[in-house]
């Protein structure tokens, strides 16, 4: 079997070398970049299984941005991806997550946040609804979340699950 390509694209060095290693010693093969202009670059050149991405880097959404463009892109959309956020996950036993983002957006304790991260627990869809500079709502679907600080006890499975969805 080949190794498995990950691109990481997060603009902290400390938090790319951690993550780095925790995959090399499950056997990936790991790229790196360090914002959104030079990721996507790295992956249209690497074409990995999957991408972890920061959310903010050089603009606080600019992970988001990348995110959409991959999910956007007819050769990539295949593409795993998993956002690693300190933002909280909101959780849902609703299989449409779009849906109960919307429903979140209109609740009075929900509508001013600028980002709104979704998943629903019984079968793992997720997906992030943020406000543009515009105003407008985005939704795109991600394969998951991680929280930062990333810890290898929580972050491998989760790869191995996308990487699974991903065949």
Do not use: C
């Not at 938090?15 to 925790?22: E, K």
């Not at 500079?133 to 790869?159: L, M, Y």
């Amino acid at each position: 079997m080949d190794t498995q390509k990950i691109v990481i694209v997060d603009d902290d060095m400390d938090v790319i070398t951690i993550i780095q290693t925790i995959l090399k010693q499950e056997g990936f093969e790991v790229h790196y970049a360090n914002d959104k202009a030079s990721g996507i670059k790295l992956i249209r050149q690497i074409k990995p299984k999957m991408v972890i991405l920061d959310v903010m880097m050089t603009t606080i959404y600019e992970g988001f941005e990348l995110a959409k463009e991959i999910i956007d892109d007819k050769e990539l959309k295949n593409t795993g991806i998993l956002m690693q956020t300190s933002i909280d996950v909101l959780t849902t036993t609703k299989p449409d997550v779009q849906a109960m983002a919307r429903e979140f957006r209109k609740s009075p304790g929900f509508k001013d946040l600028h980002v709104i991260l979704v998943k629903d627990i019984n079968t793992d869809k997720a997906g992030v609804d943020y406000l543009a500079e515009d105003g407008t709502s985005v939704w795109f679907p991600v394969d998951g979340f991680i929280r930062k600080p990333v810890e290898a006890k929580k972050v491998i499975p989760e790869i191995k699950r996308i990487l699974e969805l991903k065949k």
